[in-house]
Structures are given as structure tokens and as C-alpha cells.
């Protein structure tokens, strides 16, 4: 079986563009409107284990960026995220930007859908790299030679293969993900506890911490800084945007909430901020358990002339089945229900002397149909009254 000739692991398609996620739009969008962290003392140097979990995820981030801007593969990805259900793009963020952004786990999705789905013809040379840089195995594959296009026949068996391998190293990035979170779980309270002062608001401030540190352990790199220096920037910032959309009624993009808070904070009296639609949402909120005050003396907030819409709905329910269930008697019984409860459209109730002489039998007789009637409804009503009034 042929090996491919040895080629750099890391190494990007031609004309690409570095991919780092933390340079991309969407990421930076998002830094901008937090101020930087406070620095913070140094630190003990890395351990081992911290080493090697940073080096097993570098390079599995390093080998997913790589196979994610193979230009045949890029064509996939608008409906793989659809299908996928991932965050489709923004307005002023591309696909292209999107993708870079993706969390290491998003990415890994999207690469096996695409490769399951595309069926046209790599070069040689992609198709060499994709092998060496994740390890396919050669056992069972034809020779891959990088001056001689995969086929299409041959891509199935191939994308086999490559599929099990991705699957393979994303577990190996697994356990270095959980490594590394655990060794710095502690972070996100700490610093929720430096920079949240409502203690309202603090278990929801740690789990957007929690967020950003898992942000961090996708994004570091295999260098020498501790870290905790760099996870404390991203859990800062995840806790500050919380705080950041906590002021306002409802969900703001970050970049707009820190455009309109700062030009409300830079407005005076002669040069007043500029109003927009947005400049609403600056209203401060209401509680829904503040009592309206009118002099000093609260407000009954409930209307005790609306009926309540439960009650309706339960009445329309009972007459409804109170139709269906006369309807199920016969017609001498309903015909005296019909006529001594006025149950008809333009009917009046009638006495039972009326409906004796209209009908003509006896007094006794009309009696007797209707309790027999009323038996037989009540019978069929008692456990349907029962279930809605309790």
C-alpha cells in the first residue's frame, strides 16, 4: 500500500487567508464593546498536563481549519448550517467569517456533514494532505498520489476513512478540553465575584463565565502564557456583555447596546443623543410586581368587570357539550327540554301546562319526560363537570 509523500500537517489551501477565530468580525465585534481585563499577577508556570491538553487542541484546530477552507468543500456549508441548525450569518458577518468563528465542535459537525455529502473530485495534493494531517489509515485505500486527483469514484471510500479518523482525534480533543476546563472551573466564579455586585444576577454572570471559559480553551494556543492570564480576558468579557444586555427590556446585539449606552452617556443638554427607534430601549424597566400608584395609594391592578377568560372558555366548553349530549336524546325528550328551558334560538321557556296542551297529553306525562331527560343528562354531565370545575 502507497504512503503519501510527507507534507506539512498545518499548512493552508492556496490564497487562504489566516483563519484565526479570535481575528475574525464576529469575534471582534463583540470585544469591542468590553473594555480590556484588569491584568492580573503572575503565575506558576504551566504544568504538563495543562501542556498537553493545549498542544492536543491546537492541533486539532489547526487540522479543522485547515480541511474547513478547502475551497471544493466550501459551497457546502450555507446548508449544512441550516441542516445542521447552527447560528446562521448576521447581517455584516459573512459565511466565510461565520465558519471561522464556529466553536471547535460546530466545525467538527459541519466538516463530516460536508464530506458525507460532497461527491465531486480533490486534487491530489488535498487529498494527500487531508490524509496525513488526520491520520488516515492507508489499510484497504488505493495509492494516493498528489499529482493525481481523487475521482469521484474513489471519494466515498476515502471520505470512510477520513470520517472515522476525524472522529477518533475529536474524542482525543475531548478529554483535553475537559482537562483543561477543570483545571480552571474555579475562574468564572472568582471573577464573577469581582465584577457582579447584585447577587441576583451572580449564578447567571458564572454560567456566561463557564461559556467563556470554554471559549478560551478553544481558542488557546500551545505557547508558554499561563492560562489563566489568557482565560480571564474571555470570561471577563462574556461576564461584562451579560451585564451589558441585562440593561435593556430585550435581547440587544452587543455591538448596538454599547453604541447606545455610549451615546446616551455623551449627550448634554445642548447637543442631545440622536433619536432613534433603538433610543427606546433605553426606558427603564418595570416590574410587573410594582403596584400602579395614583397620590401616594396604590392602584388595583386587576379589572374585576373583565370576566375571566378561563371561566368563558370553560362555560363555552359546557354548553358546547351540553348541546351534543341533548342532541342524544330522543325526540319527545328533548322537544319538552327544548321547549321548558327555552334551549332554542327564539325560544322562551315554557310551563309545563303550555307544552301539555301544544303536545297534547297530560300534565303528568310532560313531568315525567322531562326528569327522565334530565336523569339521562346528568348521568353523561357528572364526570365532565367533575374534570372541569374539579
Not at 145 to 157: I, T
Not at 276 to 288: A, D, F
Not at 318 to 323: A, E, F, I, M
Not at 349 to 365: K, R, V
Request: glycine share 6%; aromatic share 6%.
Amino acid at each position: 500500500m502507497g504512503v503519501c509523500p510527507k507534507t506539512p500537517v498545518i499548512s493552508r489551501c492556496p490564497d487562504d487567508a489566516p483563519a484565526t477565530a479570535s481575528e475574525t468580525p464576529a469575534v471582534s465585534a463583540v470585544s469591542s464593546s468590553v473594555a480590556p481585563a484588569a491584568p492580573v499577577p503572575a503565575f506558576a508556570p504551566q504544568s504538563q498536563d495543562e501542556r498537553l491538553a493545549r498542544q492536543t487542541i491546537v492541533r486539532h484546530r489547526q487540522r479543522l481549519d485547515w480541511a474547513m477552507h478547502v475551497p471544493e468543500f466550501e459551497p457546502f456549508f450555507r446548508e449544512g448550517i441550516k441542516e445542521l441548525g447552527l447560528p446562521p450569518p448576521r447581517r455584516g458577518i459573512g459565511l466565510r467569517a461565520l465558519v471561522d468563528s464556529m466553536m471547535l465542535e460546530a466545525k467538527k459537525d459541519l466538516l463530516l456533514w460536508v464530506l458525507s455529502r460532497y461527491r465531486g473530485m480533490l486534487s491530489g495534493s488535498r487529498s494527500c494532505k487531508l490524509a496525513e494531517g488526520w491520520g488516515v489509515s492507508h489499510d484497504g485505500l488505493p495509492r494516493l498520489d498528489p499529482d493525481v486527483p481523487m475521482s469521484a469514484a474513489r471519494w466515498p471510500e476515502f471520505s470512510e476513512h477520513l470520517q472515522r479518523a476525524i472522529h477518533l482525534e475529536h474524542r482525543r480533543y475531548k478529554e483535553a478540553q475537559e482537562r483543561l476546563y477543570i483545571l480552571h472551573h474555579d475562574l468564572p466564579e472568582k471573577l464573577a465575584s469581582r465584577l457582579v455586585f447584585d447577587p441576583a444576577k451572580r449564578a447567571d454572570a458564572v454560567q456566561e463565565g463557564c461559556l467563556g471559559l470554554l471559549h478560551a480553551v478553544d481558542k488557546v494556543d500551545a505557547g508558554e502564557t499561563p492560562f489563566t492570564n489568557y482565560a480571564q480576558q474571555w470570561i471577563t468579557r462574556a461576564i461584562r456583555n451579560y451585564l451589558l444586555g441585562e440593561r435593556f427590556p430585550v435581547h440587544v446585539p452587543v455591538n448596538l447596546a454599547s453604541q447606545l449606552l455610549r451615546e446616551a452617556s455623551q449627550a448634554t443638554p445642548s447637543a442631545p443623543a440622536p433619536q432613534r427607534p433603538e433610543t427606546t430601549l433605553l426606558q427603564p424597566r418595570v416590574s410587573l410586581d410594582t403596584l400602579a400608584m395614583s397620590d401616594d395609594r396604590p392602584l388595583p391592578l386587576p379589572d374585576e368587570s373583565v370576566p375571566n377568560p378561563r371561566d368563558l372558555l370553560n362555560r363555552q366548553e359546557l354548553l358546547r357539550v351540553v348541546q351534543d349530549m341533548i342532541n342524544q336524546l330522543s325526540d319527545k325528550q328533548r322537544e319538552v327540554l327544548v321547549r321548558r328551558y327555552g334551549l332554542g334560538a327564539g325560544h322562551e321557556a315554557e310551563t309545563l301546562m303550555n307544552i301539555a296542551q301544544s303536545i297534547g297529553i297530560s300534565h303528568q306525562q310532560v313531568s315525567m319526560r322531562e326528569k327522565r331527560a334530565l336523569e339521562k343528562l346528568g348521568s353523561i354531565l357528572r364526570p365532565v363537570i367533575r374534570e372541569m370545575y374539579g
